[in-house]
């Protein structure tokens, strides 16, 4: 073998040997490769000196054409050809050497060029056949797509516009600049990436330009954005995810090439140049106000049962569903054991919803006549749940801004505009009251405009209906009717003098019945308590009674003497001691409707706070849910952010983890569990003790302006295993590109044609 | 030491350099082309199809002798080298992957056998011209049928006249047994196509061994045959060289247009679905 290649290449020998050739005139014919056709019988060396013609006849005839001189026919057969024959022209001057007639062939030339056009015909045939057939998709599919997409009933057409074009139109777009922009549209019907999934990032340009301000202190967005995305700053699907690569392939996958085409600030990799992280993982402050540092060093090392005290950061925390974020378990199983009690606190009285509000006796006294009837010991203040009702009225809020800053107990003398107001206030309030008492939760859905569900506290007919007792305002009803129709109080409902009202004391009738705080009695009956002036010493016993919510006890004031003693019927508790589980009761004491939180996310008070919250848009219902939240603990715990024109929001829940939200990082907790050192969870996250964390609670709505409880996490300590040689470091191992949250797109069971997104989520 | 180079060496030095940097260059074009994002199959395989459409000119130059563009020798050295960058080129358009559709294993296939196909042609137009140069007598290629035609006919006459004047068969029977058949066609065609003499010698030194059995007289007719056996084998040696230069062009050039039709109608798809 050897040899043989040596050979091969071997151009030094040369030998001598029998030469075949001639080359003089008289034996070497000229040849013509070029020609197409070649004489037939040139294999016997007796091919005529014609050859065939350029279509391939052939042209033998003689071997010459005899020329005649004299009177004879001379031979004129070539010295190529042999020279004058022996034997001569016949007589008639033709050549006796007739050539027998070949098939002429084709020359190398001819034959490659025949080759090339039945080639051409072929590849041009197998094209057009292919076009044209039905599995023309199948025959030009550059090849297989990932399982997902290839699954049954997908066809080229789901996601290539063009795909259901007929084969000159597929051609034809070619040349059009549309195709991959509404290719990228396809993709969405299946994938819900948000309002404007192909801008960058699938945000709105001033989002992200808000965020590069952020992040680099300059809004300009990258220009090279430019240089991938169309006019409109659309980037198509396809410019990071390549179909076609197999059933196997990662569409996923982005080279951090990619990511750097935007972001310019290059590096060598996460070790070698990443930007430190700020504050990550702390983004905003903790939901709930709930200080590591103060818990961990002074609080559970106090507590007196030392068994209740956390054991380890997952006595209060685990993973989520997907192993990926860390939440705090719930109140009972966290905050219950210490702090249960603090909410809801025994003997504490009940948070008051509606009142009947105190007024300056002096006023009340001048505008007994045009007032009607209003308890003159009443001292309580307009409830701020009252302030939210009274917002639906436009009177009331006039007077309520005239009024604003003024005590109600106290009007001065000076201004007689104020007892305008004041009258003003007093009737909106019994209006209001009234139409609780005759429409229930109506009035609540009209007055505050939405859902009365969970306002209303499941709050009984009864409870409301106290307001018309004899000791309130008996004649509520009719006086407010009166108001309404124009009309002067009824003589029923003449107003006493104030000062006979202060001294009203219950009827001599069913004393016990008029003053209990029975919400089951009937308060019909004390509706109709009529308005007769009492004995002064009467004052002392409803104002006793009142203080009490309790007048039974002074009720029997006579002994019975004449009838045997009966045992004394134990004596029920009222108020706020009936209600120690929580609910709703009636207090004679300031003339108010109570309710007593049942615990721990009372959905009463809940619902309040949100809708308190949700009005917040001013300064003014700021300070108006300020007082509202004061009514309650939970603000104490529960942060209270600004929703930039949209009031504010309680964060009811700690971090809570959506499987559909994407932000710009992510992290897996659950893979790095068997990684940490014996220092647990502080390996990475460290409690930083120097940390002002409560500051950023108080006064402040903007969650993003928070101190943590704990040091930011160490880059480096990434590091140590996210490089090159390790656990890799590539961009997208820890970034997310598509940002916002995202509902599956689902089909509707109704309406099969279209695919439906459960909604557009907001990034 | 560049005055120790041959023409021919600096030539291929010099052609060498500048595929490199065509290389290059199409590297770097490539590289800001894509901008860390940007497919650049779109550009590859334009850069591609300009090229093949460029080496199909050659062919179109060769049938215009007429026109003074440049010595042939120089598009053939321009044709070997754009080449050379178009299979470069093709290796970074298919990413070193093999393909998964159907048209494309057909379009990988036709341009690994036209690339194949100017390889091989490349390797022959080195070493089968020199080999027919210096090995015995050059030859018209389409004259070598009549000539083996010829020389069978001449063989025939010398076995005559040796059974005439000799009386003797010896060579007459062995021509019948073996000569006859080996100058009647192409013989040894695979030997031939990797230089090999073994089958003239082995037939040469049989020829030889018969001389114990001549007489002296008939042994001048043996050395005649002896010589119209090795121009024979010459004989075939040009037409089987001689032939391969020729008909490699039968793959390579049909090929070369089906490859420009199928990369055409790959390049329209390509835009038409991007």
């Known amino acids: 073998m050897g040899l043989w290649l040596w050979r091969l290449i071997d151009t030094s020998a040369q030998t001598d040997m029998k030469r075949l050739q001639r080359f003089d005139f008289k034996f070497s014919r000229y040849q013509r490769p070029n020609q197409d056709w070649e004489c037939g019988s040139a294999d016997a060396c007796a091919h005529c000196p014609l050859g065939p013609d350029s279509k391939g006849q052939c042209r033998a005839t003689t071997e010459c054409k005899p020329r005649k001189e004299g009177d004879r026919w001379n031979c004129t057969r070539s010295d190529s050809q042999g020279g004058k024959c022996a034997e001569g022209p016949l007589p008639d001057g033709t050549c006796c050497k007739a050539i027998p007639p070949c098939t002429p062939r084709r020359s190398v030339r001819s034959q490659r060029k025949l080759a090339v056009v039945l080639v051409v015909a072929l590849t041009l045939g197998a094209i057009l056949i292919a076009l044209g057939l039905p599995s023309r998709n199948q025959t030009f599919n550059p090849g297989p797509v990932i399982a997902q997409h290839a699954a049954d009933g997908i066809s080229c057409d789901r996601c290539h516009t063009t795909a259901q074009l007929t084969s000159s139109a597929w051609l034809a777009s070619a040349f059009t600049t549309s195709s991959t922009h509404a290719s990228s549209e396809r993709c969405m019907a299946c994938h819900n990436l948000g309002a404007q999934p192909m801008q960058p990032h699938g945000l709105k340009a001033e989002e992200l330009s808000l965020i590069t301000q952020k992040i680099t202190g300059s809004g300009s967005v990258n220009t090279a954005v430019g240089a991938i995305a169309d006019h409109q700053g659309n980037v198509s699907c396809a410019t990071c995810h390549k179909e076609h690569h197999g059933r196997d392939f990662d569409l996923k996958k982005v080279a951090d090439s990619s990511c750097q085409v935007c972001h310019s600030v290059q590096f060598e990799g996460f070790p070698n140049g990443h930007p430190d992280f700020k504050s990550y993982p702390y983004d905003r402050r903790t939901r709930i106000m709930f200080d590591h540092n103060a818990h961990i060093s002074n609080y559970f090392p106090a507590a007196k049962d030392q068994k209740t005290v956390p054991q380890g950061c997952n006595s209060c925390h685990v993973t989520d569903s997907a192993n990926r974020l860390m939440l705090a378990r719930n109140f009972e199983q966290s905050c219950a054991q210490c702090h249960s009690d603090t909410i809801v606190r025994p003997g504490a009285a009940g948070i008051a919803i509606l009142s009947v509000p105190g007024l300056d006796p002096a006023f009340l006294k001048a505008r007994a006549a045009t007032l009607g009837q209003w308890p003159a010991d009443a001292d309580g203040p307009l409830t701020p749940f009252m302030r939210y009702f009274l917002m639906s009225d436009a009177k009331a809020q006039a007077a309520l801004e005239t009024l604003k800053g003024v005590d109600l107990m106290s009007l001065p003398r000076s201004r007689p505009e104020l007892d305008a107001a004041a009258e003003t206030l007093a009737w909106a309030t019994k209006e209001l009251i009234a139409d609780l008492v005759i429409s229930g939760h109506d009035t609540i859905k009209k007055r505050l405009g939405v859902s009365a569900t969970g306002l209303a506290g499941s709050i009984s007919p009864e409870i409301i209906q106290a307001f018309t007792r004899a000791e309130w305002i008996p004649d509520l009803l009719v006086e407010v009717a009166a108001h309404r129709a124009g009309q002067a109080l009824p003589s029923k409902a003449t107003p006493k003098p104030v000062a006979t009202v202060v001294v009203a004391a219950p009827a001599p009738v069913k004393p016990a019945a008029k003053a209990t705080d029975d919400i089951l009695g009937g308060d019909d009956i004390l509706a109709d308590a009529p308005a007769v002036p009492v004995k002064p010493v009467a004052k002392t016993v409803a104002k006793a009674a009142a203080l009490d919510d309790d007048i039974i006890d002074d009720a029997p004031s006579t002994p019975v003497v004449s009838k045997p003693v009966a045992p004394a019927a134990p004596k029920p508790i009222l108020g706020e001691k009936w209600t120690s589980g929580g609910g709703w009761y009636a207090s004679n004491s300031d003339y108010s409707v109570r309710y007593r939180i049942t615990g721990h996310a009372d959905p009463f008070v809940k619902a309040w706070l949100e809708y308190a919250a949700a009005q917040a848009t001013t300064p003014d219902a700021l300070n108006q849910f300020k007082t509202l939240a004061e009514t309650n603990s939970c603000t104490k715990c529960h942060s209270i952010d600004q929703k930039p024109g949209a009031g504010l929001v309680v964060n009811w829940h700690s971090a809570t983890t959506n499987t559909q939200t994407h932000k710009f990082t992510k992290f897996d907790h659950g893979t790095h569990f068997s990684l940490l050192s014996e220092k647990g969870c502080q390996s990475c996250h460290q409690i930083d003790p120097a940390a002002q964390y409560k500051a950023a609670f108080k006064d402040n709505l903007n969650p993003a302006v928070f101190t943590s409880n704990f040091q930011k996490v160490n880059l480096m300590n990434c590091a140590s295993c996210h490089n090159p040689q390790g656990a890799g470091n590539s961009c997208t191992l820890c970034h997310n590109y598509h940002i916002g949250t995202f509902t599956p797109t689902v089909k509707s069971a109704f309406n099969n044609d279209k695919p439906v997104s459960a909604s557009v989520p907001k990034p | ?274």
Not at chain 2, 161 to 187: G, I
Not at chain 2, 203 to 208: F, K
Not at chain 2, 241 to 249: A, E, F, I, N, P
């Open chain 2, 1 to 274: 030491m560049a005055s120790t180079l041959t023409f021919f060496s600096k030539r291929r030095l010099i052609n060498f350099g500048l595929l490199l940097s065509a290389v290059a260059a199409f590297w770097v074009l490539q590289e800001i082309y894509a901008n860390g994002i940007h497919a650049t199959a779109i550009l590859s395989g334009a850069t591609l199809f300009g090229t093949c459409l460029v080496l199909a000119l050659f062919n179109a130059r060769k049938k215009l002798p007429f026109i003074p563009l440049l010595k042939a020798s120089t598009w053939t050295q321009f044709h070997i080298y754009a080449g050379w960058f178009a299979v470069v080129v093709f290796f970074f358009h298919t990413g070193l992957r093999l393909p998964d559709g159907r048209f494309e294993i057909a379009l990988y296939i036709v341009f690994l056998a036209v690339a194949l196909s100017g390889v091989l042609g490349l390797i022959i137009s080195r070493i089968y011209p020199s080999r027919l140069r210096l090995y015995g007598e050059n030859l018209i290629y389409e004259r070598i049928p009549g000539l083996r035609q010829q020389l069978q006919t001449d063989v025939e006459k010398i076995i005559w006249k040796s059974v005439n004047e000799t009386k003797s068969f010896t060579l007459a029977r062995m021509y019948e047994s073996k000569l006859k058949d080996y100058f009647s066609t192409k013989k040894n065609t695979l030997l031939h196509l990797v230089g090999s003499e073994e089958a003239v010698n082995d037939l040469t030194e049989e020829l030889n061994q018969l001389q114990r059995y001549m007489v002296a007289s008939e042994r001048v007719f043996l050395a005649e045959i002896i010589e119209c056996v090795k121009a024979k084998d010459n004989l075939d040696m040009q037409a089987t060289c001689q032939g391969v230069l020729k008909y490699w062009l039968f793959i390579h050039i049909p090929l070369t247009f089906s490859l420009l039709l199928m990369g055409l109608l790959h390049g329209l798809m390509a835009l038409a679905f991007n």
